[in-house]
C-alpha cells in the first residue's frame, strides 16, 4: 500500500508530462503546488496524529512519524497531477472539479488504509483541515503562476511554502537522520527568543524585502517565474544575492535555537551551494537575458558582501510639501541624510495631486511611510535596514494607521496640488 502511494502518483506525473508537454509556466505552477503542500501535509498529519484524528502504524521511512511515500505521494497527487491534469484557460471549474475528485477519493480510500493509517471517528475534521490548508491553496498558487496572475498573492504563498520548508521540513528531515528534536528549543528561556528575534530579523526583513522587489518588478522568486526587468532596487542596491544571504542567516540561527550542528551545516552547505553553481547558472542566465545592464550592476555589488552605500542604476525622486508642516520637517530631514540617486522636489510640482509623501523611481511608486522609508534606502544599510523592518507586510500597515492617527495621515494643502 505504501508503495502505492508513492510510485501511482510519480507514474501519473510522468505520464502527464510526457502527454501534456507543459511549458515553462505550467511546470513552475506544479512544482510550487507540491512545494507548498510538503510542509502543509507534513504539518497537518502531525497535527492529526497528536488530536487523535488518525494514526499511522509505522515500521520504517518515517519522517516525525508520517510515512515518508506516504507523505511525498500524496504532496504530488494534491499538488502536481491536478496542475498538470487540467485545462488552465477555461476558468476555475476544471481545477475545483478536480480538486472535488481528490477529496472524494481520500473519503474511499482513506477508511480502507489499514494497517498504514488508522482513522478515529472524528477523522473529517483532519481531512477538512488538510484540504483547506494544503489542497485549496497549493491548487490556486498553481494556477496563478501557471496563468501568470495575482502576482503578489503568489509570491506571498511562496514565501509562506519556502520558510515552511526550510524552518519546519529541513529540521525535521534532519533530526531524522540524528535523532535530534525539538526539545532543545522548547527548553530555551524566553530572553534567547528576544535575542535571536533582534538578532535574525534584519536578515528576515532584508529577504522578505528582497521578494517585494521582484513583484515590483514583475516577477517573483523562483527561477521559473521570474522579473521582465533587471531588479537593482532595495536589498539588491546593497547585495547581489539578498534572499540567499537572509535566507542562511536566518537558518543558521533557527539551528543554534535548535541546539543543533546539523541544521547549522545544512546552512552552510545552502551557501556554499547559492555561492557556487546557482550563482554560475545565474550569472549565465541573467548575462544572457539583461547582457551589459547586469555586468554594469555585478561589477557594483558583491554577491555576499553588503555594500555600505547603496549602488544607484536608477535616480529616485521624493515629493514633499513645503506648505504642510509634518511634510516639510520630513523633508528637511531626508535632506540632512546623504543619500545617493535621490531628489527631494515640492509635492506641488508633480503633474496631479498628491495627499501624502510621494516616492517615485521608474514606474515605481510608494506614499506615505513607505514613501519615507523607501528614500532612507538611498542613505546607507544601517537606514536602509531599519526601513526593511519598518516596511514589512503585516508592520507597515499597523505603523501607518499609527502615524495617520498621530496627525500624519494625508492632506489637501489650500491652494495647491496636494502635500
Do not use: K
Amino acid at each position: 500500500m505504501r508503495a502505492v502511494a508513492l510510485y501511482l502518483p510519480i507514474l501519473l506525473v510522468v505520464a502527464l508530462a510526457i502527454h501534456r508537454r507543459p511549458d515553462r509556466r505550467r511546470v513552475a505552477g506544479a512544482l510550487l503546488a507540491t512545494a507548498w503542500n510538503l510542509p502543509a501535509l507534513l504539518a497537518v498529519n502531525v497535527v492529526a496524529v497528536r488530536a487523535g484524528w488518525w494514526s499511522f502504524e509505522v515500521s520504517a521511512a518515517a519522517v516525525a512519524g508520517v510515512p515518508a511515500d506516504l507523505w511525498i505521494g500524496w504532496a504530488l497527487l494534491w499538488g502536481t497531477v491536478p496542475l498538470l491534469a487540467v485545462r488552465l484557460g477555461t476558468g476555475i471549474g476544471p481545477l475545483v472539479g478536480a480538486g472535488l475528485i481528490l477529496v472524494a477519493a481520500d473519503m474511499v480510500l482513506m477508511p480502507i488504509g489499514e494497517p498504514v493509517v488508522v482513522l478515529d471517528r472524528t477523522w473529517l475534521v483532519g481531512e477538512a483541515l488538510a484540504v483547506v490548508t494544503c489542497l485549496g491553496p497549493g491548487l490556486l498558487l498553481g494556477r496563478w503562476t501557471a496563468r501568470g496572475e495575482r502576482l503578489a498573492w503568489r509570491a506571498g504563498l511562496q514565501v509562506l511554502a519556502f520558510t515552511g520548508l526550510l524552518l519546519f521540513v529541513l529540521p525535521v528531515l534532519v533530526f531524522t537522520v540524528t535523532g535530534e528534536d525539538w526539545a532543545a528549543l522548547l527548553a530555551r528561556p524566553r530572553w534567547q527568543f528576544v535575542l535571536a528575534g533582534l538578532t535574525l530579523a534584519p536578515a528576515g526583513a532584508m529577504a522578505v524585502q528582497a521578494v517585494r522587489e521582484f513583484v515590483a518588478h514583475g516577477g517573483t522568486p523562483v527561477p521559473l517565474d521570474p522579473p521582465s526587468r533587471l531588479v537593482t532596487s532595495g536589498p539588491y542596491a546593497y547585495v547581489a544575492n539578498p534572499m540567499q544571504l537572509g535566507a542562511t542567516v536566518v537558518l543558521a540561527g533557527w539551528g543554534v535555537l535548535l541546539a543543533s550542528p546539523a541544521v547549522v551545516a545544512g546552512a552552510a552547505v545552502a551557501a556554499a551551494f547559492s555561492a557556487g553553481v546557482a550563482a554560475w547558472s545565474e550569472d549565465v542566465e541573467l548575462a544572457g537575458r539583461f547582457g551589459n545592464d547586469w555586468h554594469g550592476y555585478r561589477r557594483q555589488v558583491r554577491t555576499w558582501l553588503p555594500r555600505w552605500r547603496p549602488a544607484v542604476v536608477d535616480r529616485a525622486v521624493v515629493y514633499v510639501a513645503g506648505s504642510c508642516e509634518p511634510c516639510s520637517d520630513v523633508g528637511r530631514f531626508l535632506l540632512r541624510r546623504p543619500s545617493l540617486g535621490l531628489d527631494v522636489a515640492a509635492a506641488e510640482s508633480f503633474p496631479e495631486p498628491l495627499r501624502r509623501i510621494t516616492y517615485v523611481r521608474r514606474a515605481h511608486r510608494a506614499d506615505g511611510l513607505a514613501a519615507v522609508g523607501r528614500s532612507l534606502e538611498h542613505v546607507n544599510l544601517a537606514w536602509a535596514t531599519g526601513s526593511w523592518l519598518v516596511r514589512l507586510p503585516v508592520v507597515e500597515p499597523v505603523l501607518q494607521l499609527v502615524t495617520d492617527a498621530v496627525g500624519g495621515g494625508p492632506r489637501d494643502l489650500a491652494g495647491t496640488q496636494s502635500g
